[in-house]
C-alpha cells in the first residue's frame, strides 16, 4: 500500500484529527487560518477551533488576482502561473501560522484548501443550456501540500457542480452538522463578498436544509469604495453614514432579472459590478449622484436584498418554533449593513455566529475543514435528492510528495 494512502487510512481512524481550513473569499482581503480539532462525523461533529489568524493580502497580491477575477477576457497565461504561484503563497502563509502559534507541521493531519475563486459560471449566470454549472478556483493543491509537507484535500466545489449542484453555497454542509440545534429554527446569515444563507429546521430534518445566495453582499460596496475614495472598504461604514439613500437608484438595483429567479440559485461578482451599478444609473439617467449617496444605496441594496429573500424563502415555514438568524463574514463589521438588516427583519432575534462558540470570521474557513474532516471520515448524511444540495462528500486529495 502507498505509504500516503496508510497515512490516510490511520487519519480516519483516530478519534481525534487536526485540520487547518483555508478561505480566501471574493473580498479578496487576506487568507483565513483556522486549525481546528475535530471529532466524530456527521451528525455527532465536534469542533474546536485552536488558533485563527487573518493574513492580509498586500495589494500586490490582490492586484495579480484582480487580473483575471470575475473578468471573462483574460490573459490565459496569467491566470496558468497565478494558479501554481496561489498555491505555492497559501502554504507558504500556512507554515508562517503554524510557527507563530509554536506548532509543527507534522502535528497537523490534512488541509482543507478552498481556494481562490476567479469566476463563477452556473446556469443561472452563463445562459448557455448546452454547458453545465460551473465554478473555477485557483491555488492548486499539490502546491500547497508539497510547500507545507500536509496532505491537502482541494478543489470542493466541483463535485458539487458535477453532482448538480451549482458549486454554492457549500456552508450549507458543515452548518447543518455543527449548527444545527433541535427546537430552534435557525437562519445561519455569511456576509460575504456574496450574502448567503443557510436555513436549519428546528427538527433537525437533513431533508428541509435549505441555503441559497441573496445577492451581493460586500462586492458592489468594496469596489465601489475602491473606485471613489481609494480606500480597501467602507470602515465603519463612516462614508455610507455621510450619504442619504436614493430610493430610484434603490429601485433599479432591485430590478434584475436573478432577484425573481426560484431558489436556490447562486451568482457573484460577475453580475454584481460596477458595470451593474453604472447601467442603473443610467437606466434612472441619474450618474451625478454624490459618493456618499451611492454607498449609502448600496449598502441599503445589499440589506434589502438579503431580507427579501429571507422571506420570500422561508414563507411556508415552521413559525411554530423560535426563529433565529445568527450572522458571520466581513458584512458583520458594517454597522450601517447590520442595523438596516435587523430594522428590516424585526421578527427574528439576530444574534452572531461567536454566540455558538465559533468566530463569525473564522466560520468560512472552518466549514471547509469541516468538509475535510467528512471526506475522511463521514460523508454518511443524505440531504434528500432536492436540486442545490447534492448528497456528496468533497475534496480532491493531494500528497506532499
Not at 85 to 99: A, F, M, Y
Not at 283 to 312: M, N
Amino acid at each position: 500500500m502507498n505509504a500516503h494512502i496508510q497515512k490516510l487510512y490511520t487519519i480516519a481512524q483516530k478519534p481525534e484529527r487536526t485540520i487547518i481550513g483555508l478561505m480566501s473569499g471574493t473580498s479578496m482581503d487576506g487568507l483565513d487560518v483556522a486549525l481546528c480539532t475535530f471529532r466524530g462525523e456527521g451528525g455527532q461533529t465536534q469542533v474546536t477551533v485552536r488558533e485563527f489568524r487573518t493574513v492580509d493580502f498586500t495589494e500586490e497580491i490582490k492586484a495579480k488576482i484582480r487580473t483575471v477575477f470575475a473578468k471573462r477576457t483574460i490573459d490565459f497565461q496569467h491566470l496558468c502561473v497565478l494558479n501554481p504561484w496561489i498555491g505555492n503563497l497559501h502554504g507558504r502563509l500556512v507554515l508562517d501560522c503554524l510557527e507563530s502559534w509554536g506548532i509543527a507541521p507534522a502535528e497537523v493531519d490534512v488541509i482543507a484548501s478552498h481556494g481562490q475563486t476567479v469566476f463563477h459560471a452556473p446556469r443561472i449566470l452563463h445562459g448557455l443550456d448546452q454547458f453545465p454549472n460551473a465554478t473555477l478556483q485557483i491555488g492548486d493543491g499539490d502546491h500547497v501540500a508539497v510547500t507545507t509537507g500536509i496532505i491537502t484535500l482541494s478543489d470542493f466545489r466541483q463535485k458539487h457542480c458535477a453532482a448538480g449542484g451549482e458549486g454554492a453555497p457549500l456552508a450549507v454542509y458543515g452548518d447543518y452538522l455543527i449548527f444545527s440545534e433541535a427546537g430552534e429554527n435557525r437562519i445561519l446569515l455569511n456576509l460575504g463578498g456574496i450574502a448567503n444563507f443557510t436555513f436549519l429546521p428546528a427538527n433537525l430534518n437533513a431533508d428541509e436544509v435549505f441555503a441559497t445566495d441573496t445577492g451581493t453582499g460586500n462586492t458592489l460596496l468594496d469596489a465601489y469604495t475602491r473606485q471613489k475614495f481609494n480606500k480597501a472598504y467602507d470602515a465603519d461604514a463612516a462614508l455610507a453614514r455621510r450619504g442619504t439613500i436614493h430610493e430610484s437608484l434603490l429601485a433599479a438595483l432591485k430590478q434584475d432579472p436573478f432577484f425573481e429567479k426560484p431558489f436556490p440559485k447562486t451568482t457573484g461578482p460577475e453580475l454584481f459590478s460596477l458595470a451593474y451599478l453604472e447601467a442603473a444609473q443610467q437606466q434612472i439617467q441619474r450618474t451625478d449622484l454624490s459618493p456618499e449617496d451611492v454607498l449609502a444605496t448600496l449598502t441599503r441594496f445589499s440589506a434589502e436584498t438579503i431580507a427579501e429573500a429571507v422571506h420570500r424563502s422561508l414563507k411556508s415555514r415552521d413559525t411554530t418554533q423560535p426563529w433565529v438568524l445568527y450572522a458571520s463574514g466581513g458584512g458583520m463589521h458594517n454597522p450601517l449593513l447590520w442595523q438596516y438588516i435587523q430594522e428590516l427583519l424585526p421578527e427574528m432575534t439576530l444574534r452572531r455566529t461567536d454566540e455558538l462558540g465559533i468566530s463569525g470570521d473564522a466560520k468560512e474557513a472552518v466549514l471547509f475543514a469541516t468538509l475535510a474532516n467528512e471526506a475522511l471520515v463521514g460523508g454518511k448524511t443524505h440531504f434528500g435528492n432536492r436540486q442545490g444540495v447534492p448528497s456528496v462528500s468533497m475534496g480532491k486529495i493531494s500528497f506532499p510528495n
